[in-house]
């Protein structure tokens, strides 16, 4: 869930990635399912942390953010394309990019 604005996420973006701006996710909750693990991303990380906090809140019980676009986009020129899944396993393997759960679950 990628949750910076339209423009930032025209620019570049993680294959298979919806965007849903931080500014907006109160009012489109039902386009976020409840019954897969949620992945939240920005450009620093400060966006997709407060938004996967609200998640959390709102009874998402899987939900985590993926720390800054640009350590993503290393792994994106070193997969060529990479599905979402897989940019974000290559992530959590790269010292660039961190991954924090966020609250219990």
């Given at each position: 869930?990628?949750?910076r604005?339209?423009?930032?996420?025209?620019?570049?973006?993680?294959?298979?990635?919806?965007?849903?701006?931080?500014a907006?996710?109160?009012?489109?909750?039902d386009?976020?399912p409840r019954d897969?693990?949620?992945?939240?991303?920005?450009?620093?990380?400060?966006?997709?942390?407060r938004?996967?906090?609200?998640?959390q809140?709102?009874?998402?019980?899987?939900?985590?953010?993926?720390?800054?676009?640009?350590?993503?986009?290393?792994v994106?020129?070193?997969?060529?394309r990479p599905?979402?899944?897989?940019a974000?396993?290559?992530?959590v393997a790269?010292?660039?990019?961190?991954?924090?759960?966020v609250?219990?679950?």
């Amino acid at each position: 869930l990628d949750v910076r604005e339209p423009e930032e996420f025209a620019r570049e973006h993680v294959s298979g990635a919806v965007n849903v701006p931080q500014a907006d996710l109160a009012t489109r909750l039902d386009e976020i399912p409840r019954d897969r693990p949620i992945l939240t991303i920005c450009q620093s990380g400060s966006r997709s942390l407060r938004s996967a906090q609200f998640l959390q809140q709102q009874g998402y019980q899987s939900v985590a953010t993926v720390v800054g676009v640009a350590g993503v986009l290393v792994v994106r020129f070193a997969t060529r394309r990479p599905t979402l899944r897989a940019a974000v396993v290559a992530a959590v393997a790269t010292p660039l990019v961190v991954v924090l759960a966020v609250g219990a679950g």
